[in-house]
């Protein structure tokens, strides 16, 4: 009974174990996060902030604009925008091991030369990877998501 104890014990420390090894070599990764409103109508300089009345018609469109909207920040139009004003195949909360499979690439960047579109794919895949937009339901919000390993960069992007 005892020997049963003590091997019970043994697993458990071993498991503990292995959990803080992990919690001490696992990366990092840090997610901001923001919120976008859709309006349906402009605001009144006179009604200090209140909304005016929307028409019926513009009420029933507002998921379909909320939707087209979200649509642009997953377009990979803007996340490739995104990626060149912050130069995220030189930041290293995102790159991962980009410098060493296209090493030409940042030269290519700087030089408004022909960018390798194997990289390219690279970088918008892994910015995807990262992104999450969706719309909340009943509301007229998109929620906007970005994770990697530096937080500064997580705002960054979410705020561009």
């Not at 999450?132 to 990697?148: A, C, D, G, K």
């Amino acid at each position: 009974m005892v020997r049963r104890w003590r091997l019970i014990l043994a697993i458990e420390g071993g498991l503990l174990l292995l959990c803080l090894v992990y919690c001490l070599v696992a990366p990092s990764q840090y997610e901001a996060a923001a919120r976008v409103e859709l309006r349906t109508a402009p605001v009144s300089s006179l009604s200090l902030g209140a909304a005016e009345s929307a028409s019926p018609a513009s009420i029933l469109s507002a998921p379909i604009e909320l939707e087209t909207m979200a649509d642009v920040f997953r377009s990979d139009r803007l996340a490739w925008r995104v990626i060149g004003e912050l130069k995220l195949y030189d930041a290293p909360g995102f790159r991962g091991d980009f410098a060493g499979r296209f090493p030409g690439f940042h030269a290519a960047m700087q030089s408004g030369g022909v960018v390798d579109p194997a990289a390219q794919a690279w970088l918008l895949e892994s910015f995807e990877k990262r992104l999450h937009v969706q719309t909340l339901p009943r509301t007229l919000l998109i929620e906007i998501r970005f994770r990697s390993g530096d937080a500064a960069l997580s705002a960054a992007v979410v705020m561009r």
